[in-house]
Nanobody, 120 residues
Framework: QVHLVESGGGLVQPGGSLRLSCAAS????????MEWYRQAPGKQRELVAR???????EYVDSVKGRFTISRDNAKNTVYLQMNSLKPEDAAVYYC??????????????WGQGTQVAVSS
């Protein structure tokens, strides 16, 4: 079982910045990849950024150049630095982790979500 704890959400003005953190704890062989999703009211949950085990990062087009995902392997923590925030970035942000749980099984886990509000 893997437990994900997110932090860093809040209210920010347009153009402002926030840094989200997601710390993973529990028993697993290795962290395969960690991702940030977001879900705005009335919309489907969407993938925002992914940090793969090989260090490859991916972003949804709408955040490229503004958001940066990074990972501290020693701490099993993934971060999402969000700059130049726009009102359309407002959502609940969720951390998602895919792990090699045992030699033969892969598991995926979700955090509880952290609210990001962007408003003047």
């Amino acid at each position: 079982q893997v437990h994900l704890v997110e932090s860093g959400g809040g209210l920010v003005q347009p153009g402002g910045s926030l840094r989200l953190s997601c710390a993973a704890s529990g028993s697993f062989f290795s962290m395969l990849y960690m991702e940030w999703y977001r879900q705005a009211p009335g919309k489907q949950r969407e993938l925002v950024a992914r940090f793969g085990s090989s260090g490859v990062v991916e972003y949804v087009d709408s955040v490229k150049g503004r958001f940066t995902i990074s990972r501290d392997n020693a701490k099993n923590t993934v971060y999402l630095q969000m700059n130049s925030l726009k009102p359309e970035d407002a959502a609940v942000y969720y951390c998602h982790a895919v792990v090699q749980a045992t030699i033969t099984t892969i598991g995926d886990f979700w955090g509880q979500g952290t609210q990001v509000a962007v408003s003047s």
